[in-house]
């Protein structure tokens, strides 16, 4: 079973539009980790945000925000007035284990959302 | 200031040959791994290691070796390449604790003929 599903191949938004990115997790360990990145075409991972399963409230980071919903296991990206820089390909990646004492655990990722933001 | 640095960043091998892939991190993380990612797929986890000195197999370990040099250098090789291991790689390194994300290297593009 996957453990992490990115049910949106595509997404478009018109610029300075607000954006939702799905990503759905499923874990028995109540500690776990939950990570945004970002694919611009150029290739490289840059990190976003994260939301640890004790965290009281939703992360928050400049115009990304995390829509965290525990019971329901959901943990969307909310991108706030999109900018053309903000097309690329977008992860939610989960970390398992320990969400607030030493890291060991290994991410796993979902397949991913490509953004497209229109002008 | 560096980061992950992953040589080479792009590379043709033909089946059956062999080649490492280098990474070398300043971030003084204990934890580094080595993905792959595939069209449709995101990325999956090759081999990691918690610490300097310890390797481990992730998801899809099978047609690859790793070594953990020393706590800065952490190599791939593939030691007989075939068309299926046709991909992108990432090394990345790990934060001390859980709430710190991975920082990725920028990839490197392999193509096996």
């Known amino acids: 079973a996957q453990k992490i599903t990115q049910t949106q191949p595509g997404m478009f938004v018109q610029e300075k539009e607000a954006v939702t990115l799905d990503c759905t997790y499923d874990t028995s360990d109540p500690s776990y980790g939950l990570f945004w990145y970002k694919q611009p075409s150029s290739g490289e991972m840059i990190f976003l945000i994260y939301?640890?399963?004790?965290?009281?409230q939703n992360a928050t980071e400049g115009r990304y925000s995390l829509n965290f919903q525990k019971a329901r296991k959901s943990a969307n990206l909310v991108i706030s007035a999109s900018q053309l820089g903000d097309s690329a390909m977008y992860f939610c990646?989960?970390?398992?284990?320990?969400?607030?004492?030493?890291?060991?655990?290994?991410?796993?990722f979902g397949q991913g959302t490509i953004l497209t933001v229109h002008p | 200031n560096a980061g992950v640095t992953q040589t080479p960043k792009f590379q043709v091998l033909k089946t059956g040959q062999s080649m490492t892939l280098q990474c070398a991190q300043d971030m003084n993380h204990n934890s580094m791994y080595w993905y792959r990612q595939d069209p449709g797929m995101g990325l999956r986890l090759i081999y990691y290691?918690?610490?300097?000195?310890?390797?481990d197999k992730g998801e899809v370990p099978n047609g690859y070796n790793v070594s953990r040099l020393n706590k800065r250098e952490f190599s791939l090789r593939l030691e007989s390449a075939a068309p299926s291991q046709t991909s992108v790689y990432f090394c990345?390194?790990?934060?001390?604790?859980?709430?710190?994300?991975?920082?990725f290297g920028d990839g490197t593009r392999l193509s096996i003929l």
């Open positions: 990646a989960m970390r398992e284990g320990n969400a607030g004492g030493t890291s060991y655990g290994k991410l796993t």
């Open positions: 939301q640890g399963s004790y965290d009281q």
């Open positions: 290691s918690a610490s300097e000195g310890t390797t």
């Open positions: 990345a390194g790990g934060g001390v604790y859980s709430n710190q994300p991975q920082h």
